[in-house]
């Protein structure tokens, strides 16, 4: 019994055979570079901004715990119960209007007191380190100081109060924890807002308190105990360690398709890579050959190539695993100031090592099958194999292929934000190659069941697709993942683009405006009416309050008992907005039960968004409790709404009947629509704009135009990172296309020569290899179309919740450029076959 070659001479005589260019394994370079360069990427930059979301949280959050009200302050009573905690910091946000002379922007007003910030430090242009801002001065944003055309000692308006500029912010520790706004930031003192009108009774305000507590504190115990202390106190809490959920949710979401996208691409390298070993081993078919006559063995020969084809898979990581690390630092500028993430190199061991482990895991699993069908055979089966094709035997397959996807399907689901949507992913990555698979031999044995046409360059290309060595499964897995890989960037682009012109359109309201006074509702009409009297003025009462309870009268579910928000049921999360009207609001259909009567003096009655009924299973007669101000009210759900909220307009989740709101202090919310060309159009310090400011200064006026540029221009942004991350999937789908088509050049080359011998044209050979692809292609063009679109579905809807609205003339139009490609593919990949010189292959075969 023969010893096996020991692990170093495999490696001697692997060495010495092996070009230093890696000529044949060139493939199996490209596919794991880009696979291994997109996950090591991906993974680094999620790694490093939720690192830095969690190592800065009580930065970020301005503390340990948050605690927030909408349209009052916290009692004298729950202020003290936050100073039984720890350090408290308290303050209010609201929208507001700056004015400097004629010029008038909407800003987020951030009045704060004394231990301002709790954590971290704020900074100002000139570099000093600041708190909060005397009475009579604020610090301005630059994005405020640049469009009052003011600067530090110039003077602004707020309300009815004039301020210093005192200076220009340039680090506002917890910016990100602040959430969305609609303006650039002023700074106040915490006494500002009442001493400027801006918080009478039914102004919308939120008031906040930041709480630091002692080390040995944990925050999430100090929230429940807030939350059983006073549980219809209508209190938001936030934690250091959710200190930017809405940052950490898009982070989660995004690094979850970055990462599916990363192991597509590598599921479809994986194809190259199976592709690309064969076409190496099929030319070193004489050095097996050779080797086994020396009296190599079948493992010997295996520990040969084994090592030469690790040696490329390990160079092919290693270089996608640098392109990764190099490339974050570019992500990491281009995300600005949007998410925390040090700028420079960054390392992530963790996220390198398993991208490399990935990287190599699929190597094993495609490389494999070649492998082993090359060890097997004696020297002359070998030396035959051009006309004698070896078979092959599946069985060997199932232990090192098997444990290879275990490993693979392991490692996913144990670091998957989502393990639904990847198991789903693999699920359907293994399925696809099964039906893929099956496809071929379906396609194989149909085309050997066929009539001949009578045409001798089809009844070849028909021959071609089921002779023996076809390499017709290699080419119907490739092309299947290639063609689909186009319909999926295809597909999601343009649902995402229909989303973003969708969800916010085109058409909107010129102006919103806040806290407009109840008892000054006629003045306000006037006021826009002596400077547009074509405008469109529509006001609603406005409150702010949060769901504490629902369900049947006597069997009403507290929303704090909630381990878990139900799915779509978004509306228990925090406050909402609050409104009563006698009619049906414009836009809102009512779905089921019926509307108040005019003038209606019974029990408090409830509509609510039909969506928001099914998330939570309410019918008619069933009733909501609301926290309002501090106090609980219950109403009776007498309706239910279709809501538009693809409009601009006023959209409210809840409405009641006036008699359950209508004594609680609040002010009114309006809409200006405005004709076009009008004079108080929505620009920069219209005349419309300059009268608000000037009649009503304790109104927030916001021009929606901007905020219609803000968000087209962050969904814009979301598109763009998505077409850039599918983009590896193309890519690595091309790469394959080519592979498969180069592979498949090699195993015609005997087939060309002879056709050349018996006299065959060039034009002949090149039409004979576009019909033989043109039929794979349009047979796999109606199984790409359902691949590609059923995962940009799951991509669309389950993982970013968006709607499902491809353009499919252009997805089609996609299809149709990537069918093409495949023709220029295969003619391209035939012109080295048509310059062989028929003497010379011969006698090389």
Wanted: hydrophobic share 50%; proline share 6%; net charge positive.
């Amino acid at each position: 019994m023969s010893t096996a070659l020991p692990w170093s001479t495999a490696w001697a005589i692997a060495r010495r055979d092996l070009s230093a260019r890696f000529r044949g394994l060139r493939l199996l370079l490209v596919c794991l570079f880009l696979g291994v360069g997109a996950l090591a990427a991906i993974g680094t930059l999620t790694g490093a901004i939720e690192s830095e979301l969690d190592g800065r949280g009580r930065t970020i959050l301005g503390g340990d715990v948050e605690v927030s009200v909408w349209q009052r302050e916290p009692s004298a009573q729950e202020n003290a119960a936050f100073a039984q905690l720890g350090t408290i910091s308290t303050g209010t946000r609201m929208q507001a209007m700056a004015r400097s002379g004629d010029l008038a922007v909407p800003i987020e007003l951030k009045a704060v007191d004394a231990r301002w910030p709790l954590v971290g430090t704020a900074r100002l242009k000139d570099g000093r380190a600041v708190g909060a801002p005397p009475p009579s001065a604020a610090w301005l944003a630059e994005g405020a100081a640049q469009r009052l055309g003011v600067g530090p000692g110039d003077s602004v308006t707020i309300g009815t109060t004039a301020l210093r500029v005192g200076g220009i912010l340039a680090v506002e520790p917890d910016r990100l924890g602040e959430g969305f706004t609609l303006g650039p930031v002023v700074v106040v003192d915490a006494a500002l807002p009442a001493a400027a009108g801006l918080t009478a009774p039914g102004a919308m305000y939120r008031s906040k308190v930041r709480i630091a507590l002692p080390p040995a504190a944990d925050p999430t115990a100090s929230v429940e105990a807030l939350k059983r202390q006073f549980p219809a106190a209508g209190f938001e809490y936030r934690t250091r360690d959710r200190a930017a959920p809405g940052a950490e949710r898009f982070v989660s979401r995004m690094g979850e398709f970055l990462v599916l996208v990363g192991l597509a691409a590598l599921a479809i390298a994986g194809i190259g890579i199976g592709g690309g070993v064969s076409s190496y081993l099929e030319a070193r078919r004489t050095s097996i050959a050779t080797l086994k006559v020396l009296g190599a063995s079948s493992t010997d020969i295996a520990r040969i190539y084994l090592l030469q084809i690790t040696a490329a898979a390990l160079v092919g990581s290693l270089a996608g695993l640098i392109a990764g690390v190099l490339v974050t630092p570019l992500f990491a500028a281009a995300l600005g100031d949007l998410l925390p993430v040090a700028r420079g190199l960054v390392f992530d061991p963790t996220a390198l090592l398993r991208a490399m482990t990935y990287g190599l895991l699929v190597a094993l699993v495609f490389a494999v099958p070649p492998l082993l069908a090359a060890r097997r055979f004696p020297a002359m089966a070998l030396m035959r194999a051009r006309v004698t094709p070896l078979p092959s035997n599946r069985r060997e397959l199932v232990l090192p292929v098997g444990l290879g996807l275990a490993a693979i399907a392991a490692l996913a689901m144990l670091t998957a934000a989502q393990p639904l949507v990847t198991a789903w992913f693999l699920a359907g990555a293994l399925g696809l190659l099964v039906l893929l698979g099956a496809l071929g031999w379906a396609i194989r044995k149909l085309a050997a069941r066929l009539p001949r046409p009578g045409h001798p360059l089809l009844r070849l290309a028909l021959a071609n697709l089921h002779r023996p060595g076809a390499q017709t499964g290699a080419l119907v897995t490739a092309l299947g993942f290639g063609l689909s890989a186009f319909v999926l960037l295809a597909a999601v682009q343009t649902s995402l683009d229909a989303n973003i012109e969708r969800r916010v359109p085109a058409r909107a309201p010129d102006y919103f405006v806040l806290d407009v006074p109840r008892e000054r509702a006629d003045a306000f009409r006037a006021a826009v009416s002596a400077v547009a009297p074509e405008a469109e003025v529509r006001t609603v009462p406005a409150l702010r309050g949060s769901i504490l309870a629902y369900g049947p009268k006597d069997a009403m579910i507290r929303v704090s008992s909630l381990k878990t928000i139900p799915e779509g049921a978004w509306p228990l999360r925090g406050e909402r907005g609050l409104t009563y009207s006698e009619q049906v609001p414009e836009g809102n259909t009512v779905t089921a039960g019926t509307w108040w009567a005019k003038d209606y003096a019974g029990e408090p009655l409830v509509s609510i968004d039909e969506r928001l009924a099914e998330a939570l299973d309410l019918k008619i007669g069933d009733y909501l409790g609301v926290g309002l101000l501090g106090v609980e009210r219950t109403a009776r759900i007498s309706s239910l709404r279709r809501i538009d909220w693809d409009s601009m307009g006023f959209n409210y989740v809840l409405v009641f009947s006036p008699n359950a709101l209508t004594d609680a202090p609040h002010n009114l919310a309006a809409t200006i629509d405005l004709p076009d060309g009008a004079a108080g159009a929505s620009t920069d310090n219209g005349p419309l704009l300059r009268a608000l400011v000037r009649g009503f200064p304790s109104s927030s006026v916001i021009e929606v135009g901007g905020v219609l540029t803000q968000a087209r221009a962050l969904l814009g942004q979301v598109s763009v990172a998505v077409l850039a991350a599918a983009s590896v999937a193309v890519l690595a789908g091309v790469a394959v296309l080519l592979g498969a088509i180069a592979a498949a050049r090699a195993s015609r080359l005997y087939d060309n020569v002879i056709l050349r011998v018996l006299g065959a044209s060039r034009r002949q050979l090149l039409a004979l290899q576009a019909a033989e692809y043109g039929l794979l292609a349009l047979l796999l063009a109606g199984v790409a179309l359902a691949l590609g679109s059923g995962v940009a579905w799951l991509v669309v809807v389950q993982l970013f919740e968006f709607d499902w609205l491809p353009n499919w003339p252009q997805v089609l139009a996609v299809l149709g450029a990537g069918l093409g490609l495949v023709i220029l593919f295969a003619l391209g990949g035939s012109l080295p076959l048509l310059r062989a010189k028929p003497a010379q292959a011969l006698r090389e075969l």
